[in-house]
């Protein structure tokens, strides 16, 4: 029991020995001030009080009807020392309550002055390991209780407040980690390529980085690239720029990814020329990236729906005129936010031929839209990096969802050279398509190869050899139309709904018209696209 005049070595000894006390007695401690004999001099004094003295500033009650008990009730416990010749002396002890206390070990722990588990060289060193490998503070605390045998009563809280910590005290050596990381993997993979760029100051602003896997997976899958920049995943909120495609199973694969210091025009310029010379100067067919703003819910209804050019006009026509008006100044507050409404409209506009889909069958995006962008960035990188990953630990955490994928690529290349293909119908144009195409990518044409079965046609017209038929899918009031068109040497198709061009994928209607007209079991080549079959995996293997 702490008394008057007992002596002690150091501050933080005193202060122990009574904490020590509350614990035995049932509550906790905090400091509650400190003072000098002089503004310059050293701190000479300290009081120590009881975890419920005083009373908060502005104390208010919660809503009526809850139960609201405040924490600090006016207790008058406390212990107070004094620095004398290099002692520090108890100059006062009141041992005064004017609340209960807690009788049960179990209920003391978990008091703020006696909750230090997490402090412990052995738990800081768990943390840090859990947190390497992609934890969060949440799952970091629910490790620790449960690997202590339920002696532990570690909070996400402290968790949190340990990984901040050793942030702040990182800061200043982010950059010079993360270079010593690119060194290292320099060393260890010659195709590894990165950049750094450096503003005047010497500051680094941006970061860009790919392995050797991911530059010859380029190669092969580079036809169409996803880049966006909302998704931000560290603590100096950098935008995140990886620049995502899709491989031969239809999974997301990785082409490089960036650190930008803005997302200004010339942090692009920059981050575009290095990414082009890391890829060997190779650019891609088609480029997926966000539009901000995000795209009306007028535009959407108005515009997107149209199935050819001429009816995407038309919409146009009329949703300028719905939305155009005569602007006279002086404008009123309203009047300038209808204003800029309709500039950006009209650039839309101006844009169209980059975002509408009657303007883009043409271009071949591998099956993917804009909606499925977020979504597949945001997956690829669950579970390993979030908005709290310091830079230094960013670069390893992201090879280590790199190579998480690249084993999922491994045991989905497994099932397609183990499973046989399932042929529903056993037409020679199925099962020839189950022989080339990976297992994934066969599920999709085996699905457009069953709706080809329960299509119409009417032959149209025959021009310089050239046939149109209307080919008519649908039931009851859902009938989708289009219009395949064949060449003279009955192995050229092309078909309205522009599914081969944007997909690589064989429509229902050309198939539909190969089978009942023209009665063909093969495939012709040029409609089997390299990139969806299961041995583009040998030739990506032979290069590694």
């Not at 919660?62 to 004398?84: E, F």
């Amino acid at each position: 029991m702490p008394r008057k005049g007992m002596q002690f070595p150091s501050a933080d000894e005193a202060r122990e020995f009574y904490n020590e006390y509350a614990k035995r007695m049932g509550f906790s401690i905090r400091t509650e001030s400190a003072k000098k004999s002089s503004p310059n001099g050293p701190v000479n004094r300290k009081y120590f009080v009881c975890y419920k003295a005083g009373k908060k500033r502005n104390y208010q009650p919660k809503k009526k009807g809850t139960c609201d008990r405040p924490d600090r009730v006016n207790c008058c416990a406390r212990m107070s020392i004094l620095l004398k010749d290099g002692v520090w002396i108890i100059s006062q002890f009141i041992d005064e309550h004017n609340h209960e206390m807690f009788n049960s070990p179990n209920k003391v722990k978990k008091l703020r002055s006696h909750n230090k588990e997490h402090l412990l060289p052995e738990t800081i060193e768990l943390m840090d390991q859990y947190k390497q490998a992609g934890c969060g503070p949440s799952r970091i605390a629910r490790l620790l209780n449960v690997t202590s045998n339920g002696t532990s009563n570690i909070t996400p809280q402290q968790c949190q407040q340990h990984l901040r910590k050793k942030r702040e005290s990182n800061i200043g050596r982010e950059c010079m980690m993360v270079m010593q990381q690119f060194l290292f993997m320099t060393a260890s993979d010659e195709n590894f390529y990165h950049a750094i760029e450096i503003d005047e100051n010497g500051v680094c602003r941006s970061l860009f980085w790919a392995n050797g896997r991911v530059r010859e997976m380029y190669q092969n899958f580079g036809d169409v690239v996803v880049f966006d920049v909302t998704y931000r995943t560290n603590i100096f909120l950098l935008p995140f720029a990886p620049f995502t495609g899709v491989n031969h199973h239809g999974q997301s694969t990785l082409f490089g990814c960036a650190l930008l210091s803005d997302e200004q025009e010339d942090s692009f310029v920059w981050l575009f020329e290095r990414w082009l010379r890391c890829m060997g100067g190779k650019a891609p067919g088609a480029i997926i990236t966000d539009q901000d703003p995000a795209i009306t819910n007028a535009i959407k209804r108005w515009v997107r729906k149209s199935k050819t050019i001429e009816e995407a006009e038309n919409a146009w026509k009329k949703l300028k005129e719905k939305y155009k008006q005569e602007f006279m100044e002086p404008l009123t507050e309203k009047q300038r936010n209808e204003k800029k409404s309709w500039k950006w409209l009209e650039s839309m506009y101006e844009q169209r031929y980059s975002w509408i889909d009657v303007y883009l069958r043409d271009t071949f995006f591998a099956g993917m839209r804009s909606s499925q962008r977020s979504e597949s960035i945001n997956s690829f990188f669950d579970g390993y990096v979030n908005s709290m990953t310091p830079l230094s630990e960013f670069v390893g955490l992201y090879a280590k969802a790199l190579q998480c994928r690249r084993d999922e690529e491994v045991n989905e290349d497994m099932w397609t050279m183990r499973a046989k293909p399932n042929p529903c119908h056993l037409h020679k144009l199925e099962v020839r398509a189950g022989m080339v195409y990976t297992r994934k990518i066969f599920a999709k044409f085996q699905s457009e190869f069953k709706d080809s079965l329960y299509c119409v046609h009417d032959e149209v017209a025959t021009n310089d050899g050239m046939t149109t038929y209307d080919v008519s899918y649908g039931f009851g009031g859902k009938v989708d139309s289009h219009s395949v068109r064949c060449g003279p040497s009955k192995e050229e198709f092309a078909c309205t709904c522009g599914k081969f061009e944007t997909s690589g994928i064989l429509c229902k209607h050309i198939l539909h018209i190969m089978m009942q007209c023209y009665r063909m079991e093969e495939i012709p080549e040029q409609y089997i696209l390299a990139r969806w079959t299961w041995h583009i995996d040998i030739v990506v293997n032979k290069l590694n």
